[in-house]
């Protein structure tokens, strides 16, 4: 089974503007969970959606936001960047039962300026 | 509140020794315990994980975990450490299914295998 993707890799982008970054769960996995990673914060849990419902929500202020489709894939938004939210986004996806394994993507690097 | 920890940032060890590289939770009820591995830009790769049972859990690349309910820790450990084991470590738990299950990671802990 091909793994998780994430697109793009890699971004920059400037302080005020907005992002959408792009997860494709293993095939069959439903459930789509997101992360920040930064190295004062570590990992830290964005939100997590299942069958196109957001089942769990870390503590994250309102700009971050995400979506999940019918085909399980999954899009992370963050509106008004700032100088903070450069970090790596982590996606991950399991099966639907809450404390399955979670496998990861490869992550989006993204660099605010 | 839920935690995990992994009191050492660094780990230092010579190529053919063992290693270690402690966890340990405050997670309420029985939470399922995890150990990812991550190399330099990318992402988390399973290890191994315990839900219930043997106290010993057998993973990927020849690591393996120990699983101690009294003193609620869950360190890795591997037999004879490779150079390419160097790495940054998360153990993770997850919350109580009534609290949405969800993966809470310590902060990591950095490996060095040196030859």
């Known amino acids: 089974k091909a793994g998780v993707t994430q697109t793009p890799r890699y971004l920059i982008k400037t302080r005020g503007q907005q992002v959408t970054l792009s997860c494709s769960p293993i095939s069959g996995h439903r459930s789509v969970s997101w992360y920040q990673q930064t190295p004062g914060q570590g990992l830290q849990f964005l939100f997590e959606?299942?069958?196109?419902?957001?089942?769990n929500k870390g503590n994250f202020p309102g700009r971050f936001s995400g979506r999940q489709f019918s085909n399980s894939r999954s899009e992370m938004n963050v509106s008004t960047l700032e100088l903070g939210d450069s970090a790596l986004y982590l996606c991950?996806?399991?099966?639907?039962?809450?404390?399955?394994?979670?496998?990861f993507g490869p992550g989006t690097r993204l660099l605010v300026l | 509140a839920q935690s995990v920890a992994q009191p050492e940032d660094q780990v230092n060890v010579a190529e053919g020794n063992p290693l270690t590289v402690k966890c340990t939770y405050s997670?309420?009820?029985?939470?399922?315990l995890f150990w990812y591995v991550q190399y330099p830009n990318r992402g988390l790769q399973f290890l191994l994980k315990y839900i219930t049972g043997d106290n010993l859990v057998k993973g990927s690349y020849g690591f393996e975990a120990e699983f101690n309910k009294s003193q609620t820790s869950f360190h890795l450990k591997k037999p004879s450490a490779l150079v390419s084991d160097s790495a940054l470590y998360f153990c993770a738990a997850t919350t109580p299914y009534n609290q949405g299950g969800k993966l809470i990671f310590g902060q990591g802990t950095e490996l060095s295998v040196k030859p």
């Open positions: 991950a996806s399991s099966g639907q039962v809450p404390g399955e394994t979670q496998y």
């Open positions: 997670v309420s009820g029985n939470p399922y």
């Open positions: 959606y299942f069958s196109e419902t957001q089942r």
